[in-house]
């Protein structure tokens, strides 16, 4: 991979901040309810980090997308499957947010944002623009009028343009799951848009997507600078700004706040979700991922630090503005992004404008994401059918399936109820849960099946030197004792789940979430014990036989003369022929 190349892929992988760019008032805002940044950092640097250099050293390693990779410990193959399971949930419920982005996209091409007003028909008559609670602090003035024949006291219940357009025009949300209600059209035309944008810049591979990925992975910081200077210039955003920064130490006691924030760092990083694979094995043998991995964490904690401040910057005048607490201002959920965001676009000069900048630089952000994801997939798919295999078309035709069956699921999301799918979606297949399963036998797998020492060599051979030992002490110890941990936890903490903390879900609907979740999860043990199954001889030979690696042809060039020197069996074969698999990756698709 030449300069350009790599510039493609460090572009790429700042993706994997993006989901929690997008939403990064959702999880940030449970945290500081509890007002705590510290543990965030900490799993960063200490736990997760290593687990996501492993991922793009294991990708670049093996030449292989999530699948494949696992040759080299091939009974443990189910771990590609749950991955790529879990990326196929993430890819059809995450393009709602590209839907919604869009959707408002549209709407900005007004005269006056729709969501800046209380003069549609979808408002309320508890819908006011401008709060006036300076007036109301002398309580002998509860029952004056002060806008819209509203008192003081009608003020305590009164409601936002921007939440009202949210709830009552996009979502025009059912009473629950139970209720899915009519279809939004125009989300649906917009959802339609959404996928056959995705597909014409992925059906050509990763270097088409790369110089696409130039724009959509840099405009958006632009956006996000001015966005931070207006906000800040605004009544309450210090208030908002010292929310987000100043941490609350008893709260160090809480364990449920060290499981958030390490929950977390998985959708900041994409771990586990075999993107971060797929992308690594684009790269030359010889790249320094090892450099790559400290500075697109760098660059993705530092860019989800720096998006905190303009969303709380705005949080806090909107609490200002209404005379509450800034953690009142909205309640956590998906649509808090489509709520702060909005509201800071409608403050500032030519709105429309803003508003269609911000907009579109969602979009782009949004569409950096599903760039990887569905590029993840599509490569783990098409590694299953090797060159000899080839069709001319083959992975115009994978992606365009993958493209059509994701959008048919979520034909459910633009219903009347289709936020409660989303969440659905949201809370158990891309689960911190199952995201902590795939993470915890990653680690196993390659520290205690391959080799801990063994891979650490296999990385010198890539970049010329021995990364710190800290690696292999997290990959064989702690993050799996960690991940474990966590894991325990939230099987014995389980709750429910609601949405906006009112709506409880039906318990048909945590049983179609429990469905999601264990679709992936029971990939590893039940592909585990079918391979054993199928295996001849005692279960030392078939263990034996079993976590046998795998080599790719360019292992033969790079690993000389060691691989030459090993019998290398075909796993799954009944006979006992040599067999070297060829590299299942090309430089370019």
Not at 6 to 25: A, S
Not at 543 to 552: E, K, R, S
């Amino acid at each position: 991979m030449d300069t350009a190349d790599g510039l493609h892929h460090v572009l790429r992988w700042i993706r994997c901040g993006t989901r929690q760019r997008v939403e990064v008032p959702v999880p940030v805002l449970q945290e500081r309810r509890r007002r705590l940044p510290d543990p965030l950092h900490a799993h960063r640097v200490c736990r997760w980090i290593p687990i996501f250099f492993l991922e793009i050293a294991l990708g670049q390693f093996m030449k292989a997308g999530s699948i494949n990779v696992w040759n080299i410990a091939p009974l443990f193959k189910g771990l590609g499957y749950a991955s790529m399971v879990i990326v196929f949930f993430c890819n059809t419920y995450y393009i709602m947010v590209l839907t919604w982005g869009f959707y408002y996209l549209i709407k900005s091409f007004n005269s006056v944002l729709p969501w800046s007003t209380c003069d549609n028909v979808w408002n309320t008559p508890s819908c006011i623009e401008a709060f006036h609670h300076q007036q109301c602090r002398n309580s002998s003035l509860a029952n004056i009028t002060i806008a819209n024949n509203m008192t003081c006291d009608d003020l305590a219940n009164s409601r936002s343009p921007v939440i009202e357009f949210w709830e009552n025009k996009v979502l025009n949300i059912s009473p629950g799951l139970d209720v899915p209600g009519s279809f939004h059209w125009e989300l649906m035309l917009c959802l339609m848009f959404v996928w056959v944008l995705v597909y014409f810049c992925v059906w050509k591979g990763v270097k088409s997507t790369g110089k696409i990925v130039y724009v959509t992975a840099t405009f958006p910081y632009v956006v996000l600078v001015i966005l931070l200077v207006r906000g800040v210039t605004l009544p309450g955003a210090y208030d908002g700004i010292m929310y987000y920064i100043k941490p609350d130490w008893s709260k160090l006691r809480e364990a449920q706040v060290w499981i958030d924030a390490g929950t977390q760092i998985f959708f900041s990083y994409a771990i586990g979700l075999g993107a971060l694979t797929a992308l690594g094995s684009y790269n030359r043998f010889n790249n320094d991922c090892y450099k790559d991995a400290f500075v697109l964490a760098l660059i993705n904690s530092g860019t989800s630090f720096f998006a905190g401040f303009v969303v709380f910057s705005i949080l806090g005048f909107m609490a200002n503005e209404q005379g509450v607490d800034i953690s009142q201002v909205a309640e956590s959920g998906p649509g808090l992004a489509f709520i702060a965001y909005p509201k800071a676009v409608s403050l500032m000069p030519v709105a429309p404008l803003w508003a269609a900048l911000f907009f579109f630089m969602l979009l782009l952000l949004g569409l950096d994401s599903q760039f990887v994801g569905v590029e993840g997939f599509v490569t783990g798919i098409l590694d299953l059918f090797p060159g000899h295999h080839n069709h001319k078309y083959k992975r115009e035709i994978s992606v365009a399936i993958c493209c059509l069956l994701c959008f048919i699921i979520d034909l459910s999301m633009v219903t009347q109820g289709g936020m409660y799918v989303f969440q659905l979606f949201d809370y158990y297949s891309a689960s911190g849960m199952t995201l902590l399963w795939q993470a915890f036998w990653e680690c196993i797998i390659v520290a205690w099946v391959y080799g801990a020492d063994r891979f650490m060599d296999d990385v010198a051979r890539m970049i010329g030197y021995r990364p710190f030992p800290w690696m292999k002490w997290c990959w064989s110890f702690i993050t799996p004792c960690v991940c474990l941990a966590i894991f325990v936890f939230h099987l014995f903490n389980y709750k429910p789940l609601t949405y906006n903390n009112v709506y409880v879900y039906p318990w048909w609907g945590e049983v179609i979430g429990w469905c999601m979740a264990l679709s992936s999860m029971l990939c590893i043990p039940v592909s585990v014990l079918y391979k054993l199954f199928r295996a001849k001889g005692t279960f030392k030979e078939r263990w034996a036989h079993l976590t046998t690696p795998v080599w790719g042809g360019h292992h033969l060039e790079y690993m000389a003369p060691d691989v030459r020197d090993l019998t290398l069996i075909s796993p799954g074969t009944d006979d006992n022929k040599e067999n070297i698999c060829p590299s299942t990756r090309r430089s370019s698709h």
